[in-house]
């Protein structure tokens, strides 16, 4: 145990503008380039409905509903998500942990869960309130993930001034700290959680909330590190794995310099499958390029050794076609040739920043009076400190539809048509067009000084670079087709573009891309009529009636559909169905 004292976290569009694309061996080809979304969370979003509560009394030694996954089930693959989500531990050895660090016992316990942990919200005899985090299987690596958490906590909050909750002891070595499992006891967040207010916040609170938001970000743009990596105490990593110094030269120092460290990086994508045992470049990296480059490498030697065809954790991301090692390899060869390309010139984006890249409302905590100011922020885990074109993005709360939006410093304006409209339309115009203006002040605020030119045609090769088995290889080929159509707008010197597409090519990727759009919006209207989420995610009440619809359904479908979908799908078109190898059963 490890006490702390306080010192003074792909989908694509059809394109609806025409490009001219003229190259030797692809010449007078009309097409688009494509335009993207981001791609999908790696897991199901934060359940909208909480899990019944599992309070465990002072003296119970084994409750299996604080070992397995109780606020959702899935409709297909469940045994491997149940299994990645469930960790038994010595709940007596963790009371007396707790009660050792508050000098207080523990009276009751209730659980929280989101996706790769388990909060325990845990009640003293003394009245006190703090939180134990058990880190789930499929959170990421073991020591490093923990231990990166920790030191990033520690550093925002007593070097940056960033309000999160003080840690009062943890460990990051299961095998040794009794308690059977990797821990953080920290203070409970001060505050009220912006998700249970932000609905009857007026503008003027809403507006506080941003403003205070990107004071404290700017907090983080303040510290530019030396390298590319995780943050971590110096004692908790090889000193081969350190990166020589903590800040970048010429930047302003924070202090702490024999204290921290950055390291590999720690995010789980690095480590997923059987990459946790492979011998990967994981960072510190002294470059963007260098970063880029890990991605492909990474998935290249996994998919040499390790990719099975067709499988898939979340069929409704399947492709319409067999995934070929080849192709893929060739495809991720092709990503490391255009990478200088890919990486903007001006130094201020490239910094390495810290960022918290998961700021859900249930991740924010705001004053409870009424100025609702941002008073703490939650949940640290699986950041680091990359360069600042890749991380910053806007928080999940802001999101809004962006076909209103103006590019630029120009605010939002209501429809010119506003007046003429009725009542209840104007009503959801107003709504929507406060949304925008939110999403437009923090894009203005913290966003806009560190924009670069073609930002989507050089991020959108670096997000699906490192996913290509997961949504298959269309995405990559279409962002590189991107980087060939305007190669000349991109490239820093006069060398040729390495990329070749044939006039055939391009009309054959096209007509991919439409097939490709056709599938997902009919996978996504699938998910939508069954009210379920990414990778099956249902509530645990409505389980079981979700289950029968299924069964019902395709019984039901005209026979002339069926046949048509195992033409184009003939390996199992059907997309609620396992997909992996099942995993040890965990109890329901």
């Not at 099975?308 to 319409?320: L, T």
């Not at 699938?526 to 990414?534: A, E, I, K, N, Q």
Request: glycine fraction near 4%.
């Amino acid at each position: 145990m490890k006490v702390l004292r306080s010192s003074a976290p792909i989908r694509i569009v059809r394109p609806s503008s025409a490009l001219n694309v003229s190259r030797k061996l692809a010449t007078a080809v009309s097409i688009t380039p494509p335009s993207y979304l981001s791609l999908p969370p790696p897991g199901p979003p934060r359940p909208l409905l909480p899990g019944p509560p599992v309070v465990t009394s002072l003296g119970t030694e084994y409750n299996e509903n604080l070992f397995r996954y109780t606020s959702g089930r899935w409709l297909y693959n469940e045994s491997q998500q149940m299994a990645q989500r469930y960790i038994k531990f010595d709940v007596a050895a963790l009371h007396r942990v707790i009660a050792s660090v508050c000098a207080s016992p523990v009276v009751s316990m209730e659980k929280k869960e989101g996706l790769f942990n388990k909060t325990l919200m845990v009640t003293l005899a003394n009245g006190k309130k703090v939180a134990a985090r058990i880190k789930n299987p499929i959170a990421g690596p073991d020591h490093l993930t923990t231990s990166s958490e920790v030191a990033t906590m520690d550093f925002v909050r007593n070097n940056l001034g960033i309000p999160v909750p003080e840690i009062l002891a943890w460990s990051s070595h299961a095998a040794n700290n009794g308690v059977g499992a990797e821990y953080i006891i920290m203070e409970s967040a001060q505050g009220v959680q912006l998700s249970t207010v932000w609905r009857t916040m007026d503008s003027r609170q809403k507006k506080n909330v941003v403003n205070s938001l990107v004071a404290l970000e700017q907090n983080m743009l303040n510290a530019k590190f030396a390298q590319y990596g995780s943050l971590y105490y110096r004692d908790d990593i090889p000193e081969s794995k350190r990166a020589p110094r903590l800040y970048a030269h010429g930047s302003r120092r924070f202090g702490s310099e024999e204290k921290f460290c950055i390291g590999p990086i720690a995010h789980r994508n690095f480590y997923e499958d059987e990459r946790a045992t492979m011998d990967l470049d994981r960072g510190p990296w002294s470059s963007p390029e260098d970063y880029l480059r890990s991605l492909a490498l990474r998935e290249e030697a996994w998919i040499s050794r390790f990719a099975k065809p067709n499988i898939h954790d979340d069929p409704f991301r399947n492709v319409s076609g067999p995934q070929l090692k080849e192709e893929h390899l060739r495809c991720l060869e092709q990503y490391r040739s255009i990478i200088p390309a890919l990486v903007p010139t001006t130094r201020k984006v490239l910094a390495s920043n810290l960022w918290h890249s998961d700021l859900n409302p249930g991740n924010i905590f705001v004053s409870d009076d009424d100025e609702r100011r941002v008073v703490s922020i939650i949940d640290w885990q699986g950041c680091w400190a990359g360069p600042a074109y890749l991380q910053m993005t806007s928080p999940s709360f802001l999101a809004c539809d962006g076909a209103g939006l103006s590019s630029g410093l120009d605010f939002p304006k209501l429809p010119p048509e506003y007046d003429i409209m009725s009542q209840d339309t104007k009503a959801i115009m107003r709504e929507e067009h406060k949304a925008q203006m939110l999403h437009k002040l923090y894009e203005i605020k913290q966003l806009y000084p560190y924009r670069i030119s073609d930002r989507e045609a050089r991020t959108m090769p670096v997000r699906a670079a490192g996913r290509t088995w997961k949504d298959g290889i269309l995405p990559l080929r279409l962002a590189l087709l991107d980087i060939f159509s305007r190669w000349a707008e991109l490239s820093r010197s006069d060398e040729p573009c390495p990329l070749r597409f044939t006039r055939e090519e391009v009309e054959e990727l096209k007509r991919q891309r439409d097939r490709y759009v056709d599938w997902h919006d009919f996978l996504d209207d699938m998910r939508t009529t069954f009210g379920m989420r990414l990778y099956g995610w249902v509530s645990p009440h409505e389980y079981p009636s979700k289950r029968a619809l299924l069964e019902g359904t395709r019984s039901r479908l005209p026979v002339a559909l069926t046949s048509q979908l195992e033409e184009i799908l003939p390996q199992d078109w059907w997309p609620f169905r396992d997909t992996v190898p099942s995993a040890p059963e965990v109890r329901m």
